[in-house]
C-alpha cells in the first residue's frame, strides 16, 4: 500500500443550501415538511416568536419561545436573519444556526412568512423560495377549522389575510416555485425534489 496516498482535502466544501418554504395559516406546510425533511437529510430551522406555544409544542422543536424584550434585544444585536411582526406577535430566524450549517455544506429549510422571505432574500438571493398554496378557499377555511387551535374571528381573520400574503407573494417576485397543496403525496414528492436539486438557481 502507497503510504503517501491520502484522500484529496484540498477540493471544494460541499455547497450548502438554503430553501425557504412561506405559504398561509392552514396550507399544510407543517404537514408536508414532516414528510419531506427525513427524505431529504435538510436541517429545519428553528425560528423564534413571542407568542405563547399551541398545545404540544415544545420550545426548541417547534419554536425557540422568547419573551418580547428578549427578541427585540436580539434584533439590536443585528442576530436574526429576519424577522416581523404577524397578529401581534414577533418571529424571526437566528441568522447563526442558519450560516453555520450552510457553511458545513448542508441544506437548511426555513419556513417563514412572506415579509421574512423578502428580508431573506434582500441578504440572501442565492437562496430557493417556494410558496406553498392551497388548491381554493373553501380547501384553506376547512383545514383551518379542523385545526381547532383558533377563535372563529381568529380563523376569519387569517382567511383574509391569507389571499393578501399570496398576492403580495406572488407580487414580490421572489418565489422561484409555487407547490399546491392538493394531493398530498404528489405536494410532497414535488417539494423533496426542489430541496434535493445539486444546484440553487438554474
Do not use: C
Not at 450552510?102 to 429549510?109: M, Q, Y
Not at 428580508?119 to 381547532?148: C, G, N, S, W, Y
Not at 376569519?156 to 407573494?169: C, S
Not at 406572488?170 to 392538493?182: G, H
Amino acid at each position: 500500500m502507497n503510504q503517501a496516498s491520502h484522500p484529496a482535502s484540498d477540493g471544494p466544501a460541499p455547497a450548502g443550501r438554503l430553501v425557504v418554504v412561506s405559504g398561509p395559516s392552514g396550507v399544510g406546510k407543517s404537514t408536508l415538511l414532516s414528510r419531506v425533511l427525513p427524505r431529504t437529510g435538510a436541517v429545519f430551522s428553528v425560528s423564534a416568536t413571542t407568542r405563547d406555544p399551541r398545545p404540544g409544542e415544545q420550545d426548541g422543536r417547534d419554536y425557540f419561545f422568547v419573551s418580547r424584550p428578549r427578541f427585540e434585544e436580539m434584533v439590536r444585536q443585528g442576530q436574526m436573519l429576519e424577522w416581523a411582526e404577524v397578529f401581534g406577535h414577533l418571529y424571526g430566524t437566528p441568522a447563526g444556526p442558519v450560516l453555520e450549517n450552510i457553511r458545513a455544506g448542508r441544506r437548511v429549510v426555513l419556513d417563514i412568512d412572506v415579509q421574512g422571505a423578502i428580508q431573506v432574500h434582500a441578504k440572501m438571493p442565492q437562496a430557493v423560495f417556494v410558496l406553498i398554496v392551497p388548491p381554493d378557499e373553501q380547501t384553506l377555511q376547512a383545514r383551518l377549522t379542523a385545526r381547532r387551535t383558533e377563535t372563529p374571528r381568529q380563523r376569519d381573520l387569517r382567511l383574509g389575510k391569507a389571499d393578501q400574503e399570496l398576492q403580495a407573494a406572488r407580487d414580490s417576485k421572489v418565489y422561484d416555485d409555487e407547490v399546491v397543496n392538493d394531493d398530498l403525496d404528489a405536494a410532497v414528492e414535488r417539494l423533496v425534489r426542489i430541496i434535493q436539486q445539486e444546484s440553487g438557481k438554474a
